[in-house]
């Protein structure tokens, strides 16, 4: 009964060493998918000054506030559009809309009988 259970605990032993963050090899913790190969594992040992000065740096940057909530760290810093119209350029493009409407596709209603036709065709 001994052996058994010696045996037992070893093999288990040895299945959950291969879980840790220091092997290469990460079994699944289904078990159905097989084990999954993490290169940057293997030998590349981090210091701890080097990870408090990366968390430092993207605490100042604003990064560290996405990163913590599983965004990609270059969700804030990615720039948004250049607006390059006024508010008033924006304000006469929508009348002109509303005056001359054309669909996305190219449409546009001219009433009655005519109904929808395509606005390239139109003199």
């Known amino acids: 009964m001994k052996i058994r259970t ?4 070893a093999s288990l032993a040895a299945f959950a060493t291969a879980s840790f963050a220091t092997s290469v090899y ?6 159905e998918e097989g084990v999954s190969l993490a290169p940057d594992h293997l030998g590349n040992a981090v210091s701890r000054q080097a990870v408090e000065s990366t968390v ?7 990064s560290l506030y996405w990163i913590s ?3 990609p760290a270059t969700y804030p810093l990615v720039p948004g559009p250049k607006l390059t119209k006024t508010r008033q350029q924006v304000l006469d493009e929508l009348q002109a809309a509303k005056r001359n409407p054309v669909t996305s596709d190219g449409m546009r209603d001219l ?3 005519a109904g929808w036709v395509n606005a390239s065709q139109l003199p």
């Not at 010696?6 to 605990?9: Q, R």
């Open 6 to 9: 010696a045996i037992l605990v």
């Open 26 to 31: 990460h079994a699944s913790p289904s078990q």
């Open 56 to 62: 430092l740096a993207a605490q100042k940057d604003g």
């Open 69 to 71: 909530r599983g965004y």
């Open 111 to 113: 009433g009655g009988e």
